[in-house]
Nanobody
Framework: HVQLVESGGESVQAGGSIRLSCAASGSTYPYSQYCLGWFRQAPGKEREGVASIDDRFNADYADSVKGRFAISRDNAKDTLYLQMNSLQPEDTALYYC??????????????????WGQGTQVTVS
């Protein structure tokens, strides 16, 4: 288990860009070995996976964000990032960072992420 805190969410105009950050602390498992990811949820819609990255820096993206979003990690800072470009109103949601997948292969979590942040709001108009 690890504590996660997201930051960087804000209101932006369509076509704009922002970068989300997720700081980790209190981990009893080496941060560099975690599979990490981002989920999002809008009111009235189901939660969806956005992007994930494994310990070998392989990345996976939802079709809806491919070519626009980029996930990255800085293990020296215990921080995960999500660069979001060409934002559209459909990207409006509460974004959560996640860690500690029970079964991670090729940057895809086939099990469950055990650690979740509190979320940061992104609003695109």
């Amino acid at each position: 288990h690890v504590q996660l805190v997201e930051s960087g969410g804000e209101s932006v105009q369509a076509g704009g860009s922002i970068r989300l950050s997720c700081a980790a602390s209190g981990s009893t498992y080496p941060y560099s070995q975690y599979c990490l990811g981002w989920f999002r949820q809008a009111p009235g819609k189901e939660r969806e996976g956005v992007a994930s990255i494994d310990d070998r820096f392989n990345a996976d993206y939802a079709d809806s964000v491919k070519g626009r979003f980029a996930i990255s990690r800085d293990n020296a800072k215990d921080t995960l990032y999500l660069q979001m470009n060409s934002l559209q109103p459909e990207d409006t949601a509460l974004y959560y960072c996640v860690a500690d997948c029970t079964y991670c292969r090729g940057a895809v979590c086939y099990g469950d992420f055990r650690s979740w942040g509190q979320g940061t709001q992104v609003t695109v108009s």
